[in-house]
């Protein structure tokens, strides 16, 4: 038995760079907070204390909040994406596409989901299924962008909503006119919604069951591999 864990170890490798680790919290935070004021916008929830004074600016101040944290968002997407390609890093990352055509990793590593087999080995450091994932995550952040910047041209029309107008007015007639486009950003909103807890379920369920540290590797940026010694 001691034998056994000797030769079993395990040696930390750095999976997530500090831009990259950066990028994944502020990014989340954001998410919460454009959720809760988007859904305010929609559906006012809360009223302010009149006074009898013109100054309870309550919807354009949920609106500030949310266009202000949604330009973060945008930022943390842009940095993210060039961290992806650029980052030495985020190779890791990279090596991952070649993972999504191998079909036998495919199975393998569904087999490992449902209790019928072990967690196989990666060229990179998402798995098949967590890398078509996230990449459909991420084209669902750039249609709720998309949708957002739109609304947003129609509520600043000077400056940068004056300049984005005429950039997006082709894909706000595309989708149907301003009111289908407030309702993609509603929806697109949802799929998101849904996304956050199945991905904070799957983080725990790989840091649990693969015993390797795969939550750590969000916050100090090293794994924990296993190794054997011979």
């Not at 907070?33 to 600016?57: A, D, H, M, R």
């Not at 190779?91 to 991952?96: D, L, P, Q, T």
Request: with cysteine; glycine share 8%; proline share 3%.
């Amino acid at each position: 038995m001691q034998n056994k864990e000797e030769k079993l170890q395990r040696k930390a490798e750095y999976e997530f760079s500090i831009g990259l680790r950066l990028t994944h919290w502020v990014r989340a935070i954001a998410i919460v907070i454009l959720i809760g004021t988007g859904y305010y916008l929609s559906y006012v929830f809360q009223s302010p204390i009149s006074n009898g004074e013109p100054v309870n600016f309550m919807q354009a101040k949920y609106r500030l909040v949310h266009q202000a944290v949604g330009f973060i968002l945008i930022a943390c997407i842009i940095f993210k994406v060039y961290l992806f390609f650029c980052d030495k890093v985020s190779a890791k990352e990279r090596r991952s596409v070649w993972d999504i055509f191998n079909i036998k990793l495919w199975i393998e590593q569904v087999k490992f989901y449902i209790f019928l087999g072990k967690h196989p080995h990666l060229k990179g450091v998402y798995n098949p299924l967590q890398f078509v994932t996230y990449f459909f995550f991420y084209l669902v952040m750039l249609g709720i962008i998309l949708t957002g910047l739109i609304l947003y041209t129609h509520t600043y029309h000077e400056g940068l909503g004056g300049l984005l107008y005429h950039i997006l007015r082709p894909l706000e007639a595309a989708m149907g006119g301003l009111a289908d486009v407030r309702t993609y950003h509603r929806i697109l909103m949802w799929v998101i919604m849904i996304f956050v807890p199945v991905h904070i379920y799957m983080a725990i369920f790989n840091a649990v069951k693969g015993k390797d540290g795969a939550m750590d590797a969000i916050i100090s940026g090293y794994k924990y591999v296993k190794e054997e010694k011979h």
